[in-house]
Structure formats: C-alpha cells, structure tokens
C-alpha cells in the first residue's frame, strides 16, 4: 500500500501573488480558486492538479517548481518516512493545510500535504 495517494499541486515561487495570479489567469485562462496573502490556488482547465503561486524568491533561471503530494494519513507518512532515513521538516500547519517537506537523496524538495 502506497502512502501517497495523489500529486496535490504544482508550486512555483513568484515575486508578487497578485501580479502572479493576474498574468496565469489572463495569458493562461487559469481560474483563481483560493488566495491567501502567501499564495494562490488556481484551477488548470479540467485537471485535478492545480497551480499554486507562492510569495518568494524565483530561482533566477532555476527551476524551483515542487510536487506537493497529500496523504489523509499525514502523521502516518511523517513517521513512516522519518523511519525510512528520510530527511523531513516537523509537521506545520498554516491555518488551511497541515504540511511537512522532504528531500531526496540529491536533495530535491517536496511536500507531503493534507487539508479538509
């Protein structure tokens, strides 16, 4: 049995959520579904995927995209990966979803994730 259920989301870092969001909603005909003042949700045509925009610094010609994955057993994943050697952050929570990141053995970022 797999501990992660779906890719959540696709992050990209961007200087300004508003400019951000504006832009992917009219070059792109994303449709904005939620905002916070650190990011953005919006919907990709009928994907279940989404995009998210978070408030930070680009990678100056880097990629600093991410899979956000989610798991309804999120302390389950946490200690199952912690028990694998797995390099985890501690769980956080930022009002709306309760998160952890991992890295992979080149030290690539990614995120377990779960939410109402």
């Not at 504006?22 to 070059?27: L, P, V």
């Amino acid at each position: 049995m797999s501990i992660i259920e779906r890719i959540d989301t696709v992050c990209l870092k961007v200087r300004d959520i508003n400019t951000a969001s504006s832009w992917y909603q009219e070059m792109l005909g994303l449709e904005e579904q939620y905002r916070e003042e650190h990011y953005a949700i919006l919907k990709i045509g009928e994907s279940g995927v989404p995009l998210t925009l978070e408030k930070g610094e680009p990678n100056g010609g880097g990629n600093s995209t991410y899979p956000i994955f989610f798991s309804s057993s999120i302390d389950e994943a946490h200690k199952t990966l912690s028990s694998r050697g797995v390099t985890v952050t501690d769980i956080q929570q930022d009002g709306l979803n309760t998160y952890f990141e991992l890295f992979d053995v080149d030290g690539n970022k990614s995120q377990i994730c779960y939410w109402k």
